[in-house]
């Protein structure tokens, strides 16, 4: 036994050892069991069921709160039943706009009714569904009726705004026109609200999302004129998940906010358009020329306004409490019943949803289905496996996030890691998370073989990366927001994973009438071959973190990892410092106005304030000091180790992600505790690691910079002493 | 005497002095009396006088053989007769093409018959001058009827020749269709012949010349949906000038070459066409959607073909030759009579041309009617100044070139140096040229205040090179071709300037019928405050160069200039060796084939010849040595000088630039002697420095570079004698 831990820990801390069949967590016996356990599972996947799957649950539109959509989730509970798992649906009851009043109209110096409706194509039947179809809309839009001037501000993005200041174009009071991109979508109106707005449009151009990308649908996958981008533009940075319980359980008898002091509801009506209903509008703005960057594919001079474009805008909401089923499906570890491995997507769609997420959602159930039959055959996983269908993912990850606010305590005490997948198509992984989980999932990329290629389907991602300029080496991205791993890492601090294919899925289908199984198996995964793949991945991940000895958990990516995002965020401090000093020195030599054209819109800039040196020795004091511990635990002689201390450390290694929270959360949004990613609190989805120091300093708040370096120094010293207390075990 | 001339080398050797009555090349005293000359030469200068010119010579279409070209010169002469000057008209006999039938239609999969006409606009009578306008086509294509295939090759340049490789298509017995820009429009016809194509069709995209960039006519200055480029598609860059007397000027009796032997008229038959009639022909293409970079600001897909669209070509012309006049207009100089100061701008334009060349041309009358009336008042230039207005500079540059090869033995003994200009308008200072005139030219720049800022046209320039992260100081770019200052400096080794105003004069028009006096006075030079300050800037120069003591030629910033552009190549040189080795190793790993999509068109690629160490030592140490050479000569005691030595001295400067020439030329086209500066054999305007070496690497050939590294080293051998025998002087 003793001589067994020597070999267990040398593969656990140290680097990946080199013989194909040591894997990280398992001793040699065991990783031999695991691998032969792997290929049985893969041996079972079936590209048939994922099919048939599809065409059953993307038939109709199932949005929260529709027949259909129970109607899925109660079809999956019945097929986890089938294959042994024990499951449940759990329902929470969330608010949810359904578009009542939808009028945009052009009323000077033209007249234009948007038409706000896409059109049914030929080959398609699904999107002949005529009333069924969900209108398109932003859900979490507030109820408006408002009539303005129309600005051009190209994503609606911060450094849009700086480049209207330059114009001297204002907003106030005024309705904007922004592109989709750029940002999440949820950004662009609640900027545009704290700029003064009182209206937001957003259109989906051509030139990211039409035909300047390929042929338009039917004839190709991408975006025809008609189309129209829906999606949530509930304030998500804030925090997600129902607007009215924040932080808790949307159950039944929960309280409640009143809607009009709902903090993540937009202040200002938006509504997205097609390119088709863009047109008119775009053309009716004069003003000066677009800069170069705005100008997107539509054949017209792009001018930003403000006017003469005038548009009215009326918008109202049927706002609704409307039951969100989950279906929570678990298998009972052998071994370690109170340690669960999850994995999740979500099952809820804006329309038919066929890859958005039901191609994730047929991998997942297919990995469970053939786990399942496993288990029934005698190969139980050690740990609990717990596999859930999200619902109403789409309007702000409300299903999840209702979900983990109602059970964190358990999930915090129980769950090992969270293992998220959403929409997947043709291509390469794409794999983010954790980053104490990056040399596993490595592993794991190594023994999953490309249907394209025949290659690993790391050694496929190396070459991408390799060929786009990137680093050869496997890693994880690190997690922003955009589906359900959110509630689990941000706000509980489980470690997380995000897995799925693309980059040979391209189209415009995305939250549109488009996304249906014709066009998935045109466009997306004809044959279902990466929907295996993914399953094929996932599965392996679960079932190495259900069976591992000790949980695959390794720390020297993460500081690796961790002190490059210090370094960054330590360079471009320097670099911003460098550009104002460069800017002033610039406004000082009145630079700017001899370079400008005297017949185009100038205005003088300002200098700005001094970037100070900001004190990083706090967290490189911290860093430097968890280096030293890092290595000790990668390297120690753990022979002396007892079973006893093997399930104290485990459950140790489980919790250290954890320790990486704060109570208190970031600034402004406590919901979010994690302190080495977050979703940006103006990209929305794009991630900021490190966020309250980066966000600070980005914001140019040097005293809450210098406060928040102080406030990860003392999360990393709770880290720190984490790591610790696993050493003294040794 | 002697003393002065101390003053007088330090001056001219050493770094401007900074007391702004200092001048390089002038005692103090004639300093004082040149600035004075200058001012009474800047206060003479009147917009009216430009606006009146423009009116009259841009009335009707005047390109080369026309009557109205034939009268402008005639008035010119009168002009330059009424303001003292002796004005001649030199005239050559020319071939030139005049189009006969144009006929471009698409014949599948559906058809198109092309317009090829340019719509009048309202509120410009210009444009409605119907059958005078000129029809669009590009001068000196082949004779041709042709049918095939498209296939969309975006520039037409080299490295979309590599892109098309990629994707496995052929260019061979297709017709191919380009977009205007990327490179000089030459160079599209001549690489698809070289690539097997069998016509070429060259259109304006509106990204790039249209809608895209702002408004079009006549609403704005940009290319509306009719408008043409009309220009030379002449292998210039092989040599310019009359296609039948390479080398020698094309009077009356001159030897010609056969039409069909003609080395510089296209091997394919090419047109220019606009986006209207671009359209359909691109929107009928299938094949692979363009690569991002390829695609423009038409509402379509691009694809890159080859067909289905198939396109009839036919083109016929009427060679014929034809008069050429050119207008020569003398001051003889009072002191020093055989050495010529000369000035020239084009009179002959495609249309009207009322920016290109008449704003231009406008500006250099301008300026020698205010010398032509100071030398009246007794203020005779010490040198003789020329004063030229050339034809048939639209075609290829033939006008000068055939004056040149004409009269090159005595330019070279005589010719100080030659001042070009061209379109004109607002904006910024542009000066090309030989880099010894850098610090002469610097100092005009500080002299000569911008109309609109009211600081010097030098600061305004470093303004925007700072706004555009550029650098402060004061710099010429190198001369490539595409105006009347290539014979001078590429083929007779004159030393040579290029001058122009611009960066806020956006437009469509060039080329078109919509360079107009209309189009100009609203967009390009309202009230003709830059016509005045070319004027004043170049008559500055011109007196500069006409009144100084010692010529103010300056080597050392030549030598800072051309050692940079040895550590450019050999860098680039590096990179290529790197970038090269990357590409093989991935080659060898497979990683192309493996990143690559399987249902996208993909070629594996080759290996690549691996990048030489090239033995740059004789470069580097001539140049070392020249440096050590240029140091004396600008720190030496010249005060022993006698005023024989002077004049010998002078005479050595004026014949500096032609010690960078070597008569063998450049290797497979031996009329480009300069060895510093070349138009590239495949950029044809843009200038490749050290074009000999530069251009055997930037082809792969290893011989020939190492070859040319020898020749170069020999030339600057020669140089580095012209300068010590300046040196021997002191």
Redesign the interface.
Known sequence: MKRTFVVLFLLLFVSTATAQEAITGFTPENAKKQLTLEKAFEAKLNTDNLDQWMRKMAAEPHWVGTDYGRENAEWIQKQFKSWGYDAKIETYHILFPYPKVRLLELTAPTTYKAKLTAVPVEGDEFTGQGDALLPSYNAFSTDGDVEAELVFVNYGIPKDYEELDKLGIDVKGKIVIAKYQGSWRGIKPKLAAEKGAIGCIIYSD?QDDG??????YPK?A?KNKTGVQRGSVMDMPTYPGDVLTPGYGATKDAKRLDREQAPTITKIPVLPISYEDALPLLEALEGP?APNKW?G?????YHVGPGPAKVHLKLEFDWQLTPAHNVIATLQGSEYPDQWVMRGNHHDAWVHGANDPISGMVALMEEARAIGELARKGNKPKRTLVYCAWDAEEPGLIGSTEWVEDHKEELQRKVVAYINTDGNGR?FLGAGGSHSLQQMVGEVASAVIDP??G?SIK??R???N??NGGKEEFELYALGSGSDYTPFIQHAGIASLNLGFGG?NAGGEYHTIYDTYPHYTRFKDPGFQYGVTLANTAGRITLRLANADVLPFAFKPWQATVSGYLDDIMKSCTEMRKAIEKHNN?VD???????A???KPFVRPEKKEAVPFLDFTPLQNQLAALETSIQTLSEADISKLSMDKRVKMNQKLMLAEQALTSDAGLPRRSWYKHQIYAPGFYTGYGVKTLPGVREAIEQKNWNEAQEQIGVLAATLKRFHAHIDEMNNML
Request: proline fraction near 8%; charge should be positive.
């Open positions: 051509p035909y300047v990308r390929g042929d338009v190709g991408f020329v100008k594919g539509l054949p017209i001079t291509g394209q290629k290659v050694e496929r190396s070459a991408v390799l060929v040979e610039m030599k009145n630079v700017f106005e001899l370079a054209d005297p017949k």
